[in-house]
């Protein structure tokens, strides 16, 4: 089957100041500490991940129950083959949108090598490029020797993408990148690894999870303080941005393109997606890492309350802390070294 994934090269217009930092014996501690950590956790995906193994694609990703065309009269039509093609389908939509989102992630971390002030967090961002090369890398991997089609970028990541990468200002990048963008996909990939039938995508999840938690610790740590000595207006900006931002993510996993490809009615289909309880808890899920993320970076103002309260997002206010998930995810990665190199003895 011919691949999707649109134009080969595309260019856009950006502008951003490089920072030179001459002050190395100044240290944030605990981004030094991030840096150190990722130092440590680097994996090489030849090592880790066996992709010569066949995979079943005609099993979903999720349980039946969150399946955007659960129990509809679409579902009940189509044949047993047709059911499998659309998993595939959706395997293949899901996971591109991934990739896209992984790529978007390596250029924006390239960026913020180049404009941060401080020397920890350009040490810190240096490390995620490595991170975001690797998870593109596997995730294109997997799309085409497994899958063996991908999906174009969803329009609505796509603005996104570009509202980070073209916007000069690096704290606006970390808030667009390291809060929402990471933040969402470290919810999403818990949900795989937790759901998916398939080995080979649930470890090669596991290893992007581990990065993925630090990348979203480097965003609060770096972005906590900045806010409490920025002027109202400044506050405000970043509040909007992050709403608009929440809108376009719960919008991206609607799957369009998957209906228009299998000839489905488009709009029953949005329809179904949007009112289906198992995919409204899903979106609603999507946003368990970023809203603590976005109290603890203070920007969760009266009135951001009410927003993220329209979007049933709001419970999560309280859900776990980012850098307590970090250490928790820290600790099952040096439980899991120790199990294994006892069973190697």
Same mark, same amino acid.
């Given at each position: 089957?011919p691949d999707?994934?649109?134009p080969?090269?595309?260019?856009i &217009?950006?502008? %951003?100041?490089?920072t030179?930092?001459? @002050?190395?014996r100044?240290?944030?501690?605990q981004?030094?500490?991030?840096?150190?950590?990722?130092v440590?956790?680097?994996? *090489?995906?030849?090592?880790?991940?066996?992709?010569s193994? !066949?995979?079943d694609?005609?099993k979903?990703?999720?349980?039946?129950?969150?399946?955007?065309?659960? #129990?509809?009269e679409?579902?009940e039509?189509m044949?047993d +083959?047709?059911?499998?093609?659309l998993?595939r &389908?959706m395997?293949s939509?899901? %996971?591109?949108?991934?990739?896209?989102?992984e790529?978007?992630a390596?250029?924006?971390?390239?960026?913020?090598?180049?404009?941060?002030p !401080?020397?920890?967090?350009?040490l810190y961002?240096a490390?995620?490029v490595v991170d975001?090369?690797?998870?593109?890398?596997?995730?294109? /991997?997997?799309?085409?020797q497994? *899958?063996g089609?991908s999906? =174009?970028?969803?329009p609505?990541?796509r603005t996104?993408?570009?509202?980070?990468?073209?916007?000069?200002?690096?704290d606006m990048?970390?808030?667009g990148?390291q809060i929402?963008?990471e933040?969402l996909a470290?919810? @999403?990939?818990?949900?795989?690894?937790q759901n998916t039938?398939e =080995?080979?995508l649930?470890?090669?999840?596991?290893y992007v999870? #581990? !990065?993925e938690?630090?990348h979203?610790?480097?965003?609060?740590?770096s972005?906590? !303080?900045?806010?409490?000595?920025?002027?109202?207006?400044?506050v405000?900006e970043?509040?909007?941005?992050v709403y608009?931002a929440?809108?376009?993510?719960?919008?991206?996993f609607?799957?369009q393109e998957v209906?228009?490809?299998?000839g489905?009615p488009y709009?029953r289909c949005i329809?179904?997606?949007?009112?289906?309880? +198992?995919?409204i808890?899903f979106?609603q899920l999507l946003?368990a890492? *970023?809203? =603590?993320a976005i109290?603890?970076?203070?920007l969760?103002?009266p009135r951001q309350? &009410?927003r993220?309260?329209?979007? +049933?997002? %709001?419970q999560?206010e309280?859900? &776990?802390d980012?850098i307590v998930?970090?250490?928790r995810?820290?600790?099952? /990665?040096?439980?899991?070294?120790?199990?294994?190199a006892?069973?190697?003895?």
């Open positions: 089957m999707a994934a649109g080969a090269i595309e260019s &217009e950006s502008s %951003l100041d490089v030179y930092t001459w @002050a190395y100044d240290t944030r501690q981004l030094r500490d991030l840096y150190e950590k990722a440590v956790s680097q994996w *090489i995906a030849n090592q880790e991940l066996d992709f193994v !066949d995979v694609l005609d979903p990703m999720m349980p039946d129950m969150m399946h955007p065309l659960f #129990g509809s679409i579902m039509r044949t +083959g047709e059911k499998q093609q998993n &389908e395997s939509w899901t %996971l591109s949108q991934f990739l896209h989102g790529q978007g390596l250029l924006a971390a390239a960026q913020l090598v180049t404009a941060v !401080d020397l920890d967090s350009k961002g490390t995620q975001e090369a690797r998870h593109v890398d596997v995730y294109n /991997r997997y799309l085409h497994k *899958i089609f999906y =174009p970028v969803n609505h990541l996104l993408l570009d509202l980070i990468l073209t916007d000069s200002r690096w990048k970390f808030l990148m929402m963008v933040g470290l919810s @999403a990939f818990a949900m795989i690894r039938y =080995p080979l649930r470890d090669l999840t596991r999870m #581990g !990065d938690a630090r979203v610790a480097y965003g609060v740590l972005l906590r !303080d900045y806010y409490q000595d920025q002027p109202d207006s400044v405000k970043r509040e909007d941005f608009e929440a809108v376009l993510m719960r919008d991206r609607l799957m209906w228009q490809k299998m489905l709009e329809e179904l997606a949007i009112n289906n309880q +198992g995919q808890l979106r946003f890492k *970023i809203v =603590p109290k603890k970076i203070g969760l103002s309350r &009410e993220f309260q329209s979007l +049933g997002i %709001l999560y309280n859900a &776990e980012p998930a970090l250490e995810s820290e600790a099952e /990665r040096m439980a899991a070294q120790k199990t294994a006892a069973a190697a003895v």
